[in-house]
């Protein structure tokens, strides 16, 4: 792209959704070997000869002018999505009904991919704190290589408070997210420091507050903070998640201004025509 770019007298405009090879690294899928060395040359190549970088968060951005590359050519976009895609719905829905979950059972759910960085195998030891709350369900919805070690894992240990979905059709994404009363997400202590996960958009664009466990510091976490739509847990903290889980369902008159206000931040600062609007300004140079 860059050579053809030079032949065209074109803008390069690279985006960078997450820092690569590190991201690999962090997730110990990589060490700091020759090969990680060259594809982080590379990549640096390419941010430096662009005429702009894109990338979702400050933290991002830092990364990639750590690395040399001039603080004005990185432009923060963040995560989009359509706005009629996913909306807030009635919690009790054709979707719930559909999957036999009762109204009187107060659903946390995990939705999107279940990866390595995801740190989701704290919610086995978060599933077994909460076994005596029988009306609380931990609903997984999705795929990725860490499911079948949580799925022989909640087996192993006879969990009757967690269930597994497949990722769902494009057409009850809204009901599904609705059908939540709390979203989750969680992420390892080297995972999501310079990114947002693409779920928590989806969760914030449904209406619904997040309890997050992840890094203090990390965009996650200033997102729940700057929306005023949820609680922040330490990452791989059972028991914080559990006690945070057990509070909003033991007081969920708070739930309902909680996933206001999370709407209403999504509308502001992850709607599609806004974001687009700012990369057209960037693709365009003006």
Same mark, same amino acid.
């Given at each position: 792209?860059?050579? /053809?770019?030079? !032949? +065209? ?23 700091? @070997? ?7 040359? /590379?990549?640096? =190549?390419?941010? #430096? ?11 991002? +951005?830092?990364?990639?002018? &750590? #690395? ?9 976009? %963040?995560?989009?999505l359509d706005p009629w895609?996913?909306? *807030? ?6 979707? #719930? ?7 009187? +059972?107060?659903?946390?759910? =995990? ?15 978060? &599933? !077994? ?8 369900? /931990?609903? /997984?919805?999705?795929?990725? *290589?860490? +499911?079948?070690?949580?799925?022989? @894992? ?12 497949? =990722? ?28 947002? *996960? ?8 449904? @209406?619904?507050?997040v309890i997050a466990g992840? *890094? &203090?510091?990390? %965009? ?14 330490? !990452?791989?903290?059972?028991? &914080? ?10 007081? #969920? ?11 209403? =931040? ?8 806004t974001c687009t609007k ?9």
């Open positions: 792209a860059w050579l /053809l770019a030079k !032949c +065209k007298r074109a803008r390069v405009v690279y985006t960078l959704m997450d820092l690569v090879p590190e991201a690999i690294r962090n997730a110990g899928l990589m060490g700091d @070997g020759k090969l990680y060395r060259l594809l982080r040359r /590379l990549d640096t =190549f390419i941010c #430096r000869h662009s005429q702009a970088v894109v990338t979702l968060s400050e933290q991002l +951005k830092s990364g990639i002018v &750590a #690395r040399g590359v001039s603080p004005d050519s990185v432009k923060v976009v %963040p995560l989009w895609r996913i909306q *807030p719905g009635c919690r009790d829905n054709p979707w #719930r009904r559909a999957q036999g979950i009762d109204t009187d +059972k107060f659903v946390a759910l =995990f939705a999107g991919t279940i990866g390595y960085a995801s740190g989701a195998e704290v919610l086995l030891d978060t &599933a !077994c704190l909460l076994a005596d709350r029988e009306d609380i369900l /931990l609903l /997984l919805v999705g795929e990725g *290589p860490v +499911k079948k070690i949580l799925e022989d @894992g909640a087996a192993s240990r006879d969990l009757r408070n967690v269930r597994f979905l497949p =990722f769902q059709p494009e057409e009850v994404l809204s009901d599904m997210q609705a059908s939540a009363d709390i979203s989750l997400v969680t992420l390892l202590p080297g995972g999501g420091e310079i990114c947002v *996960p693409s779920k928590v958009i989806g969760y914030i664009a449904a @209406g619904r507050p992840v *890094p &203090a510091d990390s %965009p996650t976490a200033n997102l729940i903070r700057d929306g005023q739509c949820g609680t922040v847990t330490p !990452c791989e903290d059972a028991a &914080a998640l559990a006690d945070a889980i057990r509070n909003a369902a033991d007081n #969920r008159e708070h739930l309902d201004r909680l996933g206001k206000n999370a709407r209403e =931040f999504f509308v502001k600062t992850h709607d599609r025509k700012a990369y057209e300004s960037i693709l365009t140079g003006k």
